[in-house]
């Protein structure tokens, strides 16, 4: 493996971007997809490096709201994710037992965005669309189930190595943007710091194919759920609907995502005919 390693280079003396130096993108996911394919909608070469075997198909976040939108419009991706996506121009907000307290309506801001409302889209959809783009884009390569062990800032570039299904391989970048994660590896390599902190709350987030407005007449498709002793939030998604609550901080997660305690939450929060345990 080879070492990661730094050293001072000056941007303004480097190679410009060509074929044999493009730019690298660690991290293949909304970020850096989204890096990659507005760098070749300019014309770049893009080398993209992701660990995972192909597009990450987790459930992870699953709102773009209008400044995200626009951003994204700009490489001609936001078509297709309105076609595969939920439009919601309002959102609510409601108190657990006294129901719906005050309802915004983004339409209101129609004069100052082109995308006055909340689009429910999963995000791996994205990092799907901007894959299948690419796979398409001669002037980018895609290297998926690789992983970086080595980086080293020479007067040449910034030259990679990188561990992939056929083995070690090095690479020499022009530059390299790093979209791979709070454990960056690119960080890590340059001696980048990440201060910061955990919040200790952990949630529980709850996907069910039940309509729950219909057994919550009124219900809005975006949801936030005040209440003294457990809140929560409710979004629809094109898939399914999400119910987020707190966990306490002494319940173990195995406690946590037991199909029984799950099934517990979710009759409180709308009554089915399916017995609770």
């Known amino acids: ?41 300019e014309g770049l070469p893009v080398v993209l490096v992701e660990q995972s075997p192909q ?16 951003l994204l419009d700009t490489i001609g991706i936001t078509e297709r994710m309105h076609a595969e996506g939920l439009v919601v121009p309002t959102y609510q907000f409601r108190d657990r037992r006294d129901g719906l307290i005050a309802e915004f309506d983004f339409r209101l801001l129609a004069d100052e965005t082109r995308f006055p409302y909340r689009l429910q889209l999963n995000q791996q959809q994205l990092v799907r669309f901007l894959a299948e783009r690419l796979h398409g884009d001669q002037r980018v390569r895609l290297h998926f189930g690789s992983r970086l062990t080595g980086l080293a800032i020479t007067a040449d570039g910034v030259r990679l190595t990188v561990e992939g299904p056929a083995g070690e391989s090095d690479l020499l970048a022009s530059y390299v943007v790093g979209a791979d994660g ?15 902190f ?54 173990s997660a195995e406690e946590a995502g037991s199909a029984a305690r799950l099934q517990r939450q979710l009759q409180r929060v709308a009554r089915t005919s399916r017995a609770t345990r």
Do not use: C, K
């Open 182 to 196: 709070p454990r960056s590896t690119v960080r890590g390599a340059l001696d980048v710091p990440f201060e910061g």
């Open 55 to 70: 597009p990450r198909p987790d459930w992870r976040a699953s709102t773009f709201h209008a400044a995200t939108l626009e």
């Open 198 to 251: 955990t919040y200790p709350e952990r949630f529980a987030i709850t996907s069910t194919p039940v309509d729950l407005q219909a057994l919550l007449p009124g219900l809005g498709h975006v949801n936030y759920v005040a209440d003294p002793q457990e809140w929560l939030f409710i979004l629809r998604t094109p898939e399914s609907w999400r119910v987020v609550w707190p966990v306490p901080p002494e319940m």
């Open 1 to 41: 493996m080879s070492s990661l390693s730094s050293m001072t280079w000056d941007p303004a003396t480097a190679s410009p971007v060509t074929p044999d130096r493009p730019v690298v993108v660690v991290g293949g996911g909304p970020v850096g997809m989204t890096a990659a394919a507005t760098l070749a909608a």
